[in-house]
């Protein structure tokens, strides 16, 4: 099976722009969740949707957003862009019911703002 | 609420063994995970404890205690390649079966 993709790897950007990061899930799990990571910080919860529906949200602003796709692809967007948001987003996979202990996580987009 | 704790770095020489420890308070979850992640890559999935005791795979081996609250990640015979964050994490089985992590760890194998 191939893994979690992300696209795109890198990205800069400038403060109050907004972007858009997508994420597509090993093929079959429907539960895609977010993630960002600063350095020296652990992984903060951004959000996670099964089936097209957010189920859960983490403490991030409303400039944070993202929804999920029929074919279980998702995107995350943020808007209004801050030096702060400049972190590694990664996405995870999971079986929800089977193996809901485990994450698959995709290779990240490095996003810089400046 | 949920929290894990874990040590924030810990340092080893190559061919030793290292314990790098998780102590939990949540409330219902399906078992303790523990993630790697090398640096500048993905955290990649390394051992899950559904019950109690020690679950061995190769050189890594995890443990969990319910009772105690506590878990952790043993490494034996490290290798420089070792040298990662290590992150435990649970599923709850409440609250939408949310994912929460601890802070990590940095294990810095030295030669």
């Known amino acids: 099976k191939a893994g979690v993709t992300q696209t795109p790897r890198y990205l800069i950007k400038t403060r109050g722009q907004q972007v858009t990061l997508s994420c597509s899930p090993i093929?079959?799990?429907?539960?895609v969740s977010w993630y960002q990571q600063t350095p020296g910080q652990g992984l903060q919860f951004l959000f996670e949707?099964?089936?097209?529906?957010?189920?859960n949200k983490g403490n991030f602003p409303g400039r944070f957003s993202g929804r999920q796709f029929s074919n279980s692809r998702s995107e995350m967007n943020v808007s209004t862009l801050e030096l702060g948001d400049s972190a590694l987003y990664l996405c995870?996979?999971?079986?929800?019911?089977?193996?809901?202990?485990?994450?698959?996580f995709g290779p990240g987009t490095r996003l810089t703002v400046t | 609420g949920q929290s894990l704790e874990q040590p924030s770095e810990v340092t080893a020489v190559e061919g030793a063994i290292v314990q790098i420890n998780c102590t939990y308070q949540t409330s219902g979850f399906y078992g303790l995970s523990w993630y790697q992640q090398h640096d500048g890559g993905a955290p990649t999935f390394l051992s899950y404890n559904a019950l109690d005791g020690l679950e061995e795979t190769g050189r890594f081996s995890s443990f969990l205690s319910r009772s105690d609250s506590y878990g952790y990640l043993l490494l034996q015979e490290l290798q420089m390649k070792d040298s990662a964050s290590y992150f435990c994490a649970v599923r709850a089985l409440y609250n939408f079966n949310k994912f929460y992590f601890g802070s990590g760890t940095k294990l810095n194998v030295k030669p």
């Open positions: 949707y099964f089936s097209e529906t957010q189920r």
């Open positions: 093929s079959g799990h429907r539960s």
């Open positions: 995870a996979s999971s079986l929800l019911g089977e193996s809901p202990y485990e994450q698959y």
